[in-house]
Structures are given as structure tokens and as C-alpha cells.
């Protein structure tokens, strides 16, 4: 550290790096000097040499009671035989001297050269010295007397003074004593022809450095001033030094006072302690966050106080440390009371005092852990409110798909429907106009013609009705009318209605009333209209030679109708679907004929009067249509409706 701070001193930029940091991506080519200190491994400072020449190579060696360390160090001394080398024991002056030759730093101070005052009242004398004085390019005033030197001192900085002892008015250490009370830094060489006659005490007090003999030796002159001059710059750069020293000294002093302040008083517990943990030292909050006091930690284990899954986590991350020397883990602090205190550790490998320890920083991360518990529970939720939405659009999407299939399949029925009857019309009308026109005016096969057109316009004319029935309902237009009516009449009526049709198949339809009338209160032409859909179904899918039954019951405030017949049947799965519309049954919708739209139609009539209607299969074959209407029914809500 003593090398690092003095090179700072003379303005170098210093970057301090372990040798297990070192990697190829460091640009060698930046640095102009690299200083090794004793223990880098020999391979290491191989690699280092090859990048720099020896003479840009510095040495630290260790102190001589290492008896191996300077073993290993004289083997790295023989690897890099020139470089420069030094010593614990030497002082700063010596290393910051080293330091500027190595790196170049003094070629500026060679040649600074001082000012010099020379004083002497022979004027032969005083043209021979300055003569050799400015042919060694030093800067020379001369001045032949006492006053003449004061004057000039006055006018012009002078380094040194050069004087002979005796003037004609005064003497050199007169001189000197005036030239001190302006310029303090100035120093002094007499010179006399009897040396003895000065009073060499009085001139050292008086602050002269040295006394030379005339006849003034030129040679013994400029290694007199040289000495002096350079014993000077000496003076003045070691009290730079020392100012500049001084500076960073009390800028570390004030920096460490700053960072002791932090340190103390920052929210965030620090912590250092050795790679054994044990604690070497704890901040404030550190002990608010273990709950104890501070002279309480010496000579604890932080492994201890964590407890064995956070210490084991730590102690792993240390064997592993990679070349930041840096790293993190989750931890947790047992509490006496029962319950763990959510931690995050951010650890540093520090010098402590020439010791490897480190330093860490807990961070009490509860809230952090409360919200990621709310946002894994959002999470969850969100997963569920996600899976139901997506269930419910791909339900939508499946019904969408079946209403569509349901469509196609409508309008082909719907084509095939509407186009039979128009085709029995246009070919029966076809030929009774030829019969009309080739004379042949038979009654008989004129009124088949006719019977059979009238049949497909009634067919006709029904599927029409129910399309029309259908888009009425759908924009809430069809006529509603409620009144009282005895539903045994209306289910006579419906019966009477099919019985042509029945009577064709030789199908009986049998109806079972209950014996006191169930008056309701209904529209009785949507009654009729549902009931003759149902028969009609009934009848079209029942074999010959069978029959349907048709029940009527009061029961719960509702009349319930039942229509059994013995047919084909409908499969379990499609019993509610074939109340939809466009949609018939699997064992229908082949050769049977039909839209799909006329049950739809009964249960939209049935919603009208606030009832149910049902699909039931039988134990042995056929289908049982079941109808329930309520008795009464609020009227003012249908006609909100």
C-alpha cells in the first residue's frame, strides 16, 4: 500500500488487481509500469514479464524474518534480473526516488537550473565567475556592492546567492540576511581568501551552506552549486511530498471518517467476519436485526446465528468464490420466538489487515417475500379465471361450430323440404294441363291431380308458416294472447287435427284425461300448434298398426301432457339437443324428411307460457314428449317481454 499511495503522490494512476483476477481480457498495452509483490506465484509473474520490459518491472520484497516467502521471493528476483527492486526498509524519499527514474518522471527537474545573485566588488573577478556561470547555463545577476544586491533583490527571484565575504560597505552574510527577509528559500555559498577570519558559527547560524577559498576554482564552483542546488530541489520536492501526502492523508481520514458514519448508521446491516465466521465487527443495524448488542458478536460465529441451511449456502459459495470474489444467496434468521426472517446476503472478499475476511450486507427482504406469495397467489387465480375463460370460448366455439353444422344441414333439409312439395305441384300441374289439353278430361285423374297439388301447397305452405313462426318468435313479434282455457278441449282439438294422418297409417291415438278439467292459462292456438307439432312427430316416425298415447295431469300447480308413442326413439345424448334449431335427430334426419325447426318452435311456445318441455326415452321403444304448463302465469311480465 506504501508503494501504491506514493505513486498517487507523484500523479500516477494506480490499479490495484489480485493475481487470481488476472485474465486474458486485461489490456496490458495501457499500463507503463507493473509492480509484483512478494507471493504472486512464479507462473503468474511469467506471464506478466512477457508483457512488460524488465526495466518497466518493479519488486516488492518482503521483510527479512520471512525466511520462505524471501526463499520464493529470490526465485522471482532471478526471473526478472534487471528489474528494479525494493525494500521494506526503505524510506519513502528513496522509493518515490526509484519510482521517477523508472517511469522517466525527473528528466524535467535535470534540467531546471537555478537563479543565481553574484556579489563582488572586484570587477576582474566578478566577469570571470559569471563568465563560467553562464557558460553552465545558469541564470546570473551580479552586483559589485551591499546596496547594489539589495536593489536587485528587490527586482528579480534569486535560488541562490554567491558572495564574497568582504564588500566595500558591508558583507555577504549582510547580503544574505537581506535577501532571506524577501526570499526565504534562497541559499548561500561564500567564498573568501581567508577563511579563517570568518566566523564559521556565525555563518552557519546565519543559514550560509558552504565557505570556498579564493582563488575561486571554476570546477570546485559548479560542483559546489550543483550540490547545493540539487540538496535544495531535494528539499523542495520531499516538502511537496510531504504536503501531498499530508493532503491525501487527511483526505483518507476524512473519507474513512465518512464511511465509519455510513457504516454505523445505514439501515442495512454490514457484517465482516472471517472465512470461519467468525464476527470481527457489526454495524448498528446489524444488531437491531440479530437483537443484540454489539460487544456481543466478538468472538460469535455467524454460521451459528444463521443457522445450518444458510450457513451450509455460504459456506459453499466460499469454496467456490469465482474471480470477483463476489456473490449472493437467500438466507434466513431463526427467531426465538418461533418463525424465520426472509434474508438476502451480498458478500465481498476484503483485505482485513493483510488478512483475507469478508464483508456482507443483509437485506430483510419479508415484504418482498409477502408480495411474491400475493403475486403467486394471483398468479394462481389468474391461471384459473384463464383456464375457466378459455373452457367457456371453447364451449362457445363447439356450440358456434354445432350451430353452424346445424345451419348448413337446415338449408339443405330446408331445400329438399321446399323443393318436393314445388316439385309435385309443377309435375301434377304439368299434367293435368296435357290431359286438358289432348281432350282427355277423366274426373278421376283430374281430381287425384288436384288432391295431390293441394297436399304439397298445404306441406308447403306449413313449412313456410314455421319459418315465419320462427323469425316472429326470434324478434319477440308473435302474437301472445293468455286466457283460460280447458286444455282437454284444446288436446281434443290437436288430436282431430292428425287424425286424417293417423287414420292413413292406422296409428290410434288414445287420450287419457284426468277426471276434474285442468283449466290453465294459455294461448290457445300455440297450444294447438305445439300439440299438432308433437303429433305430427309422433305419427311420422311411429309405425303402422301402433298407437300414442296422450295423458293430461294437475299436479303442483301445473298441468303436465304426456305424449308416448312406440317409434324409432331418439339416442340418450340427443334428447335436449333436438329442441334446437336446424337440428334433428341422428335416427331422423335420413329419409325422414323435415327441418329441424318444429320442436324448436314447441319450445319456444312453452318458454312463452313460463313452462318445460322434455324428451324422455322409454324403457322399451319410442319416445316420451313431456310437457309442463304452469296454471297461471304472470301476465305483466310477459307483456314486459
Not at 489490456?27 to 509500469?33: E, K
Not at 571554476?218 to 504536503?243: F, G, P
Not at 446489524?286 to 450457513?311: I, T, Y
Request: hydrophobic content about 40%; glycine content about 4%.
Amino acid at each position: 500500500m506504501r508503494v501504491k499511495v506514493l505513486l498517487e503522490l507523484i500523479g500516477c494512476e494506480i490499479e490495484l488487481i489480485h493475481f487470481s483476477m488476472l485474465s486474458e481480457e486485461v489490456a496490458y498495452n495501457q499500463y507503463d509500469l507493473v509492480t509484483i509483490a512478494h507471493g504472486v506465484p512464479i507462473a503468474t509473474a511469467q506471464s506478466l514479464v512477457k508483457e512488460f520490459h524488465q526495466d518497466k518491472v518493479v519488486l516488492l520484497a518482503p521483510k527479512a524474518e520471512y525466511g520462505e516467502q524471501l526463499n520464493a521471493f529470490s526465485e522471482l528476483n532471478n526471473l526478472v534480473p534487471n528489474a528494479i527492486v525494493i525494500y521494506p526498509f526503505f524510506a519513502n524519499k528513496e522509493i518515490s526516488t526509484l519510482l521517477e527514474s523508472v517511469l522517466d518522471l525527473g528528466s524535467d527537474n535535470i534540467l531546471l537550473l537555478p537563479t543565481v545573485l553574484l556579489v563582488d566588488h572586484d570587477p576582474e573577478r566578478l566577469a570571470k565567475i559569471e563568465k563560467s556561470l553562464i557558460g553552465a547555463h545558469i541564470t546570473t545577476i551580479t552586483a559589485d556592492s551591499l546596496h547594489s544586491a539589495a536593489l536587485k533583490i528587490k527586482q528579480q527571484e534569486v535560488d541562490i546567492l554567491l558572495s564574497d565575504f568582504s564588500l566595500l560597505d558591508g558583507t555577504g552574510l549582510e547580503v544574505f540576511s537581506n535577501l532571506k527577509l524577501i526570499q526565504p528559500q534562497c541559499r548561500c555559498l561564500l567564498f573568501t581568501s581567508k577563511p579563517n577570519q570568518v566566523s564559521m558559527i556565525e555563518a552557519i547560524r546565519g543559514g550560509v551552506e558552504d565557505v570556498l577559498v579564493k582563488p575561486i576554482n571554476e570546477n570546485v564552483l559548479l560542483q559546489s552549486l550543483h550540490k547545493l542546488w540539487q540538496t535544495e530541489l531535494l528539499k523542495r520536492h520531499n516538502n511537496e511530498l510531504v504536503e501531498r501526502l499530508q493532503d491525501t492523508v487527511d483526505a483518507l481520514i476524512e473519507k474513512d471518517s465518512l464511511l465509519r458514519v455510513i457504516y454505523k448508521h445505514t439501515p442495512d446491516a454490514i457484517m465482516l467476519f472471517e472465512r470461519d465466521g467468525s464476527v470481527i465487527e457489526a454495524n448498528d443495524a446489524c444488531s437491531k436485526l440479530f437483537k443484540m448488542q454489539l460487544k456481543d458478536f466478538q468472538g460469535r460465529s455467524l454460521f451459528e446465528m444463521l443457522g445450518e441451511s444458510s450457513s451450509k449456502s455460504i459456506k459453499t459459495k466460499i469454496a467456490t468464490l469465482n474471480q470477483n470474489r463476489q456473490f449472493s444467496c437467500d438466507l434466513s434468521l431463526p427467531q426465538k420466538e418461533g418463525g424465520k426472517i426472509p434474508l438476502v446476503g451480498s458478500f465481498n472478499e476484503i483485505d482485513h489487515h493483510g488478512e483475507i475476511a469478508l464483508a456482507v450486507i443483509f437485506k430483510n427482504v419479508t415484504h418482498l417475500k409477502e408480495k411474491e406469495d400475493l403475486l403467486l397467489e394471483a398468479k394462481d387465480t389468474l391461471e384459473q379465471e384463464v383456464r375457466a375463460r378459455t373452457s367457456q370460448l371453447e364451449h362457445a366455439k363447439n356450440v358456434a361450430e354445432a350451430a353452424n353444422h346445424s345451419k348448413s344441414e337446415f338449408l339443405a333439409n330446408m331445400s329438399h323440404e321446399l323443393r318436393t312439395p314445388m316439385h309435385s305441384i309443377l309435375s301434377f300441374s304439368r299434367f293435368g294441363l296435357d290431359k286438358l289439353t289432348s281432350g282427355d278430361f277423366a274426373k278421376e285423374k283430374l281430381q287425384k291431380y288436384l288432391s295431390r297439388i293441394e297436399r304439397s301447397g298445404e306441406r308447403l305452405l306449413s313449412l313456410l308458416n314455421n319459418l315465419l313462426d320462427l323469425s316472429k318468435l326470434d324478434v319477440g313479434k308473435f302474437p301472445f294472447n293468455p286466457r283460460p282455457h280447458n286444455l282437454s278441449n284444446i288436446i281434443k282439438t290437436s288430436i282431430d287435427d292428425v287424425s286424417g294422418t293417423a287414420l292413413e297409417k292406422d296409428i290410434e291415438i288414445l287420450f287419457y284425461p284426468q277426471k276434474t278439467p285442468v283449466i290453465a292459462q294459455c294461448d290457445e292456438e300455440q297450444i294447438n300448434q305445439l300439440l299438432r307439432n308433437i303429433l305430427g312427430n309422433a305419427l311420422k316416425f311411429s309405425e303402422p298398426q301402433s298407437s300414442i298415447e296422450v295423458t293430461l295431469i294437475n299436479q303442483d300447480d301445473q298441468a303436465i301432457i304426456n305424449v308416448v308413442d312406440s317409434g324409432i326413439g331418439i339416442p340418450e345424448d340427443e334428447l335436449e339437443h333436438v329442441f334446437a334449431k336446424f337440428v334433428q335427430s341422428s335416427k331422423t334426419n335420413h329419409g325422414a324428411g323435415g327441418t329441424g325447426l318444429g320442436l324448436a318452435l314447441c319450445r319456444e311456445f312453452v318458454s312463452l307460457h313460463q313452462g318445460t318441455i322434455s324428451a324422455h326415452s322409454n324403457k322399451q321403444d319410442g319416445t316420451t314428449i313431456r310437457i309442463a304448463l304452469p296454471l297461471n302465469i304472470s301476465i305483466p311480465e310477459m307483456q314486459n317481454k
